[in-house]
């Protein structure tokens, strides 16, 4: 799980580490409590934003709001735009990096840094990064410090400065349960202090529920339709086009979507609905409902159940489908457990009725046409 940089520079922030004054926006009326000139930078969960324009500086605040309002308008290398967060402009000496990250060799922690920081960091020569690796039990000690800043041209007071930072990032980065913690730039500013100017936070997923305050993560850049399919533990991905497909299990669906596609249909939702709401009528109602709100052409229900029982789907799709109003055409091909009691009951519901895939597919593309 990636943090957006403001929410990474408010756990700096916290943890004592050197951050630029700044304020997150999310539009670009919002006040902006800060003199000019500033920098703003798009939030978004991709990296290299300075390569692709993401990091502006504004003279004024006039020049603030456009700018803003530009960043907001398009994605950054395919990443939707949260907001911009507008900083204080901080006049740069010289750029370096650090990082921890998890060393999965070792077994432990990598402290990584480099007097060659910015940008172009990917591209910086291996021999220019320092490596120290950090036993966890032991910790984060004075002597890896020294190791880790020996190349990076400091001076005292700012060696000093460097194993604040360094002890505090480490601790962000146990606390926080993280793969990465990184600063790039970490600036040494032009009047001689370090100043951590970038935030990477990657948190293992697999602690993520110890940090609800990021819980909204996962249902971030979903549609409202596949937001409440994934509150209800099915997969969803919602398109344009005329064909809504409910099956269960990734390998059916995928079969699906490419006959489909293969003949020239278009999908207007595809939803996996998995080993546990097909078992549930009531679920599947619910999910069948959130469907046909989507109003599309066709729905094409394709089943092949080896355990589930299929009557009990075939319930559901009766109490959305035949005792409710739609417009649409329903095709249903079933096929398996209980599989031609579920037909049966769907019986002179005016729906296509099959077990065979391939057929399904083809009323399913005739239906759309028709
Ligand atoms: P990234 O490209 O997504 O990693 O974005 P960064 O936050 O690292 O910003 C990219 C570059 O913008 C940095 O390497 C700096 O050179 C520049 N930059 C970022 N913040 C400031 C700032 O406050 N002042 C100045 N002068 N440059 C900045
Ligand atoms: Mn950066």
Redesign the pocket.
Known sequence: MKLY?YEGKELFRQAGIPV?AGIFMGTPDDEIPLPCPV?L?AQVL???????G??R?ALDEMQARAEIRSLLEAPVNGSKVKGVLA??????AK?LYASFSVDRQAGGVLLMTSAH???DIEATEQGNISLVRINPLLGLQSYMIRQAGRSLGLTKQQSQEFGDILRSLYGVFVSYHCELAEI??L?VTVDGHLKA??A?VVIDDRAQSMFPQYANRQTEGLTDAERKFSEMGIFAAEMEGDIAVVTAGAGVAMATADALDSQGGTLRVIIDIGGIVGHEVELCTEAFEIVRDLRPKVILFNFFMQVTRLDGIAEAINRVLRYQPFDGKVVVRMKGFFGREGLSLLNGAGFELTDSFSQACTLALRAARG
């Open positions: 940089e630029p920098v930078k991709a990296g290299g934003r300075g390569k692709a993401a990091i500086v900083e204080e402009k901080v006049s740069i750029e920081g910015g940008m790039n730039p600036a100017l970038d990477k």
